[in-house]
T-cell receptor, first 116, second 114 residues
Framework: NAGVTQTPKFRVLKTGQSMTLLCAQD?????MYWYRQDPGMGLRLIHY???????AKGEVPDGYNVSRLKKQNFLLGLESAAPSQTSVYFC???????????????FGEGSRLTVL | AQSVSQHNHHVILSEAASLELGCNYS??????LFWYVQYPGQHLQLLLK??????LVKGIKGFEAEFIKSKFSFNLRKPSVQWSDTAEYFC????????????FGTGTRLQVTL
């Protein structure tokens, strides 16, 4: 049982390059999230999805786009990377509002992105 | 605005010392509260959670937390820390009507010395 899997785990980009982070979960979760983690700032929500085909903005969405074409996958894209996007990115998922004990998020292992 | 704050950014303790990490949440309706731990180089793992009922919640690895509604607090405690507890600890809140989004505190780095 893999849980939440993120690829790639490490990536170095030059300013202006584009890339996509893939998050895959095998728990049939409805809700998925992308967070970024920066020193002294905790985790901040970038975008999230409450179901296949839906996406919504979080706290820090600028410079990112997302897509949820399949229930199990949630993609995070950077169209034109900037040094300010150097961070560790975490994907997370949870069952949804109708399931018991909702709100417990399951996290992937993180993707460390450096933008030069 | 809904927010979660953690008072301590970096805590250094000797093994066997007692631990208490502070967490406060803002008023915003019903809130579920969580503590997550992140060991070096790893992803976040759930330590414990509070949804309702007994305000004293016990989690894994001997951790516990107390929900005090009057103080908007959810402090994490452990009677005797071990070197293996060295990690970063995050408090988080989930407010109703927010699509199960978690609002995280800024984290507390705990360093346990031998």
């Amino acid at each position: 049982n893999a849980g939440v899997t993120q690829t790639p785990k490490f990536r170095v980009l030059k300013t202006g390059q584009s890339m996509t982070l893939l998050c895959a979960q095998d728990m049939n979760h409805e809700y998925m999230y992308w967070y970024r983690q920066d020193p002294g700032m905790g985790l901040r929500l970038i975008h999230y999805s409450v179901g296949e085909g839906t996406t919504a903005k979080g706290e820090v969405p600028d410079g990112y786009n997302v897509s949820r074409l399949k229930k199990q996958n949630f993609l995070l894209g950077l169209e034109s990377a900037a040094p300010s996007q150097t961070s560790v990115y975490f994907c997370a998922s949870t069952r949804g509002p109708l399931a018991p004990n909702t709100g417990e998020l399951f996290f992937g292992e993180g993707s460390r992105l450096t933008v030069l | 605005a809904q927010s979660v704050s953690q008072h301590n950014h970096h805590v250094i303790l000797s093994e066997a010392a007692s631990l208490e990490l502070g967490c406060n949440y803002s008023y915003g309706g019903t809130v579920n509260l969580f503590w997550y731990v992140q060991y070096p180089g790893q992803h976040l793992q759930l330590l414990l959670k509070y949804f309702s009922g007994d305000p004293l919640v016990k989690g894994i690895k001997g951790f516990e937390a107390e929900f005090i509604k009057s103080k908007f607090s959810f402090n994490l405690r452990k009677p005797s820390v071990q070197w293996s507890d060295t990690a970063e600890y995050f408090c988080a809140g989930r407010y109703t009507g927010t699509a199960s989004k978690l609002t995280f505190g800024t984290g507390t780095r705990l360093q346990v010395t031998l």
